[in-house]
């Protein structure tokens, strides 16, 4: 049973760019939601999604917005890439009926030139 | 407001007990978390409390709660060179955890 997988692992773009990365839940899981976390600080929370809508956003600018898809799994997009973006963006996902805890990815290391 | 505050290092002996420290700010969070952060790498879920025990025990991890304060603990027991990572508390929010800045846990022999 495969836990939470983002793709890729790490990415280097430059200042203005857009990117996107990629996130497969958990089996069994219908909620994805997605965290910031800065060199030398906590995961801040994005946003998260369940039936294919955003449900919940914390404090990120327009640039930041995802998808997801019938099959749970989720996208993030970043437009107008700034050298603040750079950071490591983890996924979770759990079963949102449930009082199950978060299951972590390992994350994509984004790097902003 | 929502606010998780750590001391941000921590260094102990091989072999002795590790204790480090949370405050958090929202009394209605149902669970509070400890994570794990190796060099490199993504969260990994250590233990979790419902916010209505005092304390939870699992192998060499003790969690302390005093809701009273705000106050939540973890102990490591016979701490091992492979406990240094990064610890993080975190509280749950409203379908979101709120995390502090992590503690820097470094084992020397």
């Known amino acids: 049973d495969a836990g939470v997988t983002q793709s890729p692992t790490h990415l280097i773009k430059t200042r203005g760019q857009q990117v996107t990365l990629r996130c497969s839940p958990k089996?069994?899981?219908?909620?994805v939601s997605w965290y910031q976390q800065a060199l030398g600080q906590g995961p801040q929370f994005i946003f998260q999604y369940y039936e294919e809508e955003e449900r919940q956003r914390g404090n990120f600018p327009d640039r930041f917005s995802g998808h997801q898809y019938p099959n749970y799994s989720s996208e993030l997009n970043v437009n107008a890439l700034l050298l603040g973006d750079s950071a490591l963006y983890l996924c979770?996902?759990?079963?949102?009926?449930?009082?199950?805890?978060?299951?972590f990815g390992s994350g994509t290391q984004l790097s902003v030139l | 407001g929502e606010d998780v505050e750590q001391s941000l290092f921590l260094s102990v002996r091989e072999g002795d007990s590790s204790v480090i420290n949370c405050t958090y700010t929202d009394s209605s969070s149902t669970y509070l978390y400890w994570y794990k952060q190796e060099p490199g790498a993504g969260l990994q879920l250590l233990t979790y409390i419902f916010s209505n025990m005092d304390m939870k025990q699992d192998q060499r991890l003790t969690v302390l709660l005093n809701k009273k304060d705000k106050h939540l603990s973890l102990r490591i027991a016979d701490t091992q060179t492979g406990d240094s990572a990064i610890y993080f508390c975190?509280?749950?929010?409203?379908?979101?955890?709120?995390f502090g800045a992590g503690t820097r846990l470094a084992v020397h022999p």
């Open positions: 975190a509280e749950s929010g409203y379908n979101k955890l709120i």
């Open positions: 089996s069994g899981h219908d909620t």
């Open positions: 979770a996902s759990r079963l949102r009926a449930t009082n199950e805890k978060l299951f």
